[in-house]
Every structure is written in C-alpha cells, then in structure tokens.
C-alpha cells in the first residue's frame, strides 16, 4: 500500500507551510505529496492568509523537492484551458524532473468561480470529456507534428503540442462516484483511479464498474491503479486521537466511521480492509498541517505494517 499525503490549502496555508509539508513528507519517505485545487475556504474556517494555485505551488514545490512525486486531487477542469494546460503540467513536469501526476476533475464548487469572476459552466462532464481529450492528445502528439482537434467545447488548429513532459507519459488519474460516465472515462483515459472519501462498500462497488468499463473498452483492469482518499487521525493514544479531532473540528467516532482515525493499529487495521476490496494507494488527507508530528507517527508506526 502506497502512502500519500494529500492537502487542502485552500482551508489556510501559505507557500511556505506546505513546502514544509512536502519536505517533511519526502524526508519520512511519503509516496507523494498532493493538493487540492480550490480558490475558496470551506466551513467555518476563515481561510487565512488566502488561497494559493495548484500548479504555482507544485512548480515551486518541483525546484525545492528532490523524489516525492507532484500532484492533483483534483486539477479542477472550470480553472484553465486545456491548451494552456498542457503547457503548465508538461512545464512543472520538465522542473521537478519528470515527478508529476496529473488528476483532473470537472470542477464543482460554484461559490468559488462566483467569488473569482470564474465561469461556471451547466454543462461541466462533456468539457471534462474534451479537456482530457485534448491534453493527452498535446502531450501524445510526436514532436515535429501538429495537433488539431475540433470538439463542441474546445478548438486547436494546427498546434505545434508543445512543450513535452518530462516523463514519456505523465499519469493521468480520474475519479469520482458517478456510476457510468466516470467509469468509462476512467477506461479511456486514466492510469489511476481515485475513489474519493467513500465507504468499503461504495469503494469496492466503484472499483468493480470500473474495471467492467475498462474490459468493456478492451483494456484490462489491472492496468489501472486503484486509490481512496480519506481524512487521517491518528494518535498514540485516546487523548491524542481525540486532540487531532479537535483540531481539525471533527468529532472521532464520526471519523473512525468514514476516515483512517484512531491508534496506528486501528489504522492499519482500517487500511487493510480497503486494500481488501482492491484499494493499492492511500491519499491521507491531512487537515492540520501545522502538525508535522502527525506525519512522523504515520510513517514510523502505520507505514511499516502497511507497506
């Protein structure tokens, strides 16, 4: 089981905090550092100091990190044009040295495109469907050749495609809960699959429909990778779970239902029967990045067992 740490800045963090994150989470050997891609707090939480964008961020992150892969949960389809962001990802891609992963999402919280001046399109899946489209298509596209591509969403005329990734293919990770569309996107193009804060019997249920429309689209399922994102608590003891909770204004019963809460052995436990039902990869979304400790007890006393 692969160990990721996962960020929500939008929440409060500035640049510097989360370079903290990602080095501490290189340094304790963490499979990758990821960041949502929000431009407004949610809840009660004020926010402060503002937000910061995704791919600023992992580009600065991809000069000051070393090994820890780079990426999105997810890159939210509304912010940018495919063509440009093409550029941006293969960009970032060329700086850290071919460590980035690229998730992408339709985009879903319109009080952020309102608070931004955003436009916030009725019709977001058959963008998303281009968008994906479109930026594969750039990065596939061998160098010398041009790239054309006419959709309902989305025109490029005789591109050029560049510039490349780094890597000779960036993976491409596509998630959600929805029971058809997603799962034949996900055959089509994705290299990963992320099942965002679900139960075993969702996770499991989506897992299956995936790999259906992966063998439906005559590809096999194990060429994917199949990944869970959920909140993580963890603590030596009660009180320390129960303080972590707090922190993050989570109550832990609720957490140890729906997330990784609880000692090391109670989320060692919780991670096994996620790899169970076919899960390989764990984002841990850590809601106090103030807590660099939280980070070191994961690694030292979850990530051995589960590893």
């Given at each position: 089981?692969?160990?990721?740490?996962?960020?929500?800045?939008?929440?409060?963090?500035?640049?510097?905090?989360?370079?903290?994150?990602?080095?501490?989470?290189?340094?304790?050997?963490?499979?990758?550092?990821?960041?949502s891609?929000?431009?407004?707090?949610?809840?009660?939480?004020?926010?402060?100091?503002?937000?910061?964008?995704?791919?600023?961020?992992?580009?600065?992150?991809?000069?000051?990190?070393?090994?820890?892969?780079l990426?999105?949960?997810?890159?939210?389809?509304?912010?940018r044009?495919?063509?440009?962001?093409?550029?941006?990802?293969?960009?970032?891609?060329?700086?850290?040295?071919?460590?980035?992963?690229?998730?992408?999402?339709?985009?879903?919280?319109?009080?952020?495109h309102?608070?931004y001046?955003?436009?916030?399109?009725?019709?977001?899946?058959?963008?998303?469907?281009?968008?994906?489209?479109?930026?594969?298509?750039?990065?596939?596209?061998?160098?010398?050749?041009?790239?054309?591509?006419?959709?309902?969403?989305?025109?490029?005329?005789?591109?050029?495609?560049?510039?490349?990734?780094?890597?000779?293919?960036?993976?491409?990770?596509?998630g959600?809960?929805?029971?058809?569309?997603?799962?034949?996107?996900?055959?089509?193009?994705?290299?990963?699959?992320?099942?965002?804060?679900?139960?075993?019997?969702?996770?499991?249920?989506?897992?299956?429909?995936?790999?259906?429309?992966?063998?439906?689209?005559?590809?096999?399922?194990?060429?994917?990778?199949?990944?869970?994102?959920?909140?993580?608590?963890?603590?030596?003891?009660?009180?320390?779970?129960?303080?972590?909770?707090?922190?993050?204004?989570?109550?832990?019963?609720?957490?140890?239902?729906?997330?990784?809460?609880?000692?090391?052995?109670?989320?060692?436990?919780?991670?096994?029967?996620?790899?169970?039902?076919?899960?390989?990869?764990?984002?841990?979304?850590?809601?106090?990045?103030?807590?660099?400790?939280?980070?070191?007890?994961?690694?030292?006393?979850?990530?051995?067992q589960?590893?």
């Amino acid at each position: 089981m692969d160990l990721r740490v996962f960020t929500e800045p939008q929440q409060g963090a500035t640049y510097e905090t989360l370079l903290r994150v990602a080095k501490a989470a290189e340094d304790l050997h963490y499979g990758a550092f990821f960041r949502s891609d929000h431009y407004l707090h949610m809840g009660s939480v004020d926010g402060l100091p503002g937000p910061t964008d995704a791919w600023i961020t992992l580009a600065g992150l991809a000069r000051e990190t070393d090994r820890i892969r780079l990426g999105t949960l997810m890159t939210a389809g509304t912010f940018r044009l495919p063509g440009v962001l093409a550029i941006q990802v293969a960009q970032v891609d060329q700086m850290s040295g071919g460590r980035v992963e690229f998730g992408l999402g339709s985009g879903w919280y319109e009080a952020e495109h309102e608070a931004y001046g955003i436009p916030f399109p009725k019709e977001k899946f058959g963008r998303l469907e281009e968008q994906l489209a479109v930026v594969t298509g750039l990065w596939n596209t061998p160098v010398g050749e041009r790239f054309t591509y006419e959709g309902k969403f989305y025109q490029l005329k005789d591109s050029p495609a560049l510039p490349k990734p780094a890597q000779p293919k960036v993976p491409v990770l596509i998630g959600g809960h929805g029971a058809k569309r997603t799962p034949a996107l996900a055959a089509r193009y994705a290299d990963e699959f992320n099942m965002p804060f679900a139960s075993l019997e969702d996770t499991e249920r989506q897992f299956q429909r995936v790999r259906a429309a992966a063998a439906e689209a005559g590809r096999d399922g194990d060429d994917l990778v199949y990944s869970n994102a959920l909140v993580a608590c963890v603590g030596r003891t009660d009180l320390e779970v129960k303080r972590r909770a707090d922190a993050i204004g989570r109550d832990v019963e609720e957490l140890k239902a729906n997330g990784l809460a609880g000692s090391p052995a109670e989320v060692v436990e919780r991670i096994a029967q996620f790899q169970g039902v076919g899960a390989q990869r764990m984002y841990l979304q850590m809601l106090d990045l103030d807590d660099l400790d939280h980070l070191e007890l994961i690694a030292s006393a979850v990530m051995p067992q589960v590893g």
